[in-house]
């Protein structure tokens, strides 16, 4: 089975600064990461996805993430945070071989950035 | 290209009714989810489809609620005789590559529902 914990429910940030969201993870099994952002009365679009390969993960919106294995974790960051980040943040995970996909989400981090 | 669409956005039912949610995914693609977003639970996975079968249908919280595909595409996800607690945002996604994880799901709108 697969879990994944969001460490910070609200994270408010002033427009220009740099942000990291956290995410930690746990699995039995190998595991794909992803992030998904969530606007208000949108649906989920995926941020960015680690499958294999280079540790850092560079995904749209100018955000990256940078798996690491050996703590679980998959943090999500930004350098320099804009208005229109304001949005909800969403960790998943699924793992290799027959689970076909099915994601298990964290509960979620709500960004706000203040100008 | 057109994303996954939903109907309704908003639905909202008394108590004991029944509802049909609809997914309209991706023109092409084989493999459709549902997910529950609700504010006590978070995300979590109901039903996967492969083509019109159901492979998974373990995250269906009971036996009021199922699912079905016709065609290989649309979906509709019933909820009879709902509860103040079926209340949540319904998410249906879609990937292109069934049983495959590291496809990614395109996910839609979602669907309000509010149970009085």
């Known amino acids: 089975a697969q879990s994944v914990t969001q460490l910070d429910s609200q994270v408010p940030v002033f427009e220009e600064a740099p942000v990291e969201l956290r995410c930690n993870y746990s699995s039995s099994v190998s595991v794909y990461l992803f992030w998904y952002v969530q606007y208000p009365n949108q649906g989920l679009q995926l941020l960015l996805k680690y499958l294999s390969g280079s540790t850092l993960v560079k995904g749209i919106n100018g955000f990256e993430a940078e798996f690491n294995k050996s703590q679980t974790s998959f943090h999500l960051r930004k350098p320099s945070v804009h208005i229109s980040d304001t949005a909800e943040y969403f960790c998943?995970?699924?793992?290799?071989?027959?689970?076909?996909?099915?994601?298990?989400f964290g509960q979620g981090t709500i960004l706000t950035v203040h100008p | 290209g057109a994303g996954v669409s939903q109907s309704p956005s908003n639905k909202v039912t008394e108590k004991g009714k029944d509802v049909e949610l609809r997914c309209d995914p991706i023109?092409?693609?084989?493999?459709l989810y549902w997910y529950r977003q609700s504010l006590g639970q978070g995300l979590e996975f109901l039903i996967y489809?492969?083509?019109?079968?159901?492979?998974?249908k373990s995250g269906l919280p009971s036996d009021r609620f199922s699912a079905e595909r016709t065609g290989g595409s649309v979906s509709t996800l019933t909820i009879q005789r709902t509860q103040q607690e079926d209340s949540a945002v319904y998410l249906c996604?879609?990937?292109?590559?069934?049983?495959?994880?590291?496809?990614?799901?395109?996910f839609g709108p979602g669907t309000r529902l509010t149970v009085l």
């Open positions: 489809f492969q083509g019109n079968s159901a492979p998974d």
């Open positions: 023109s092409g693609h084989t493999a």
């Open positions: 996604a879609s990937s292109s590559y069934p049983g495959l994880s590291t496809d990614t799901q395109y």
């Open positions: 998943a995970v699924t793992g290799g071989g027959t689970s076909y996909g099915k994601l298990t």
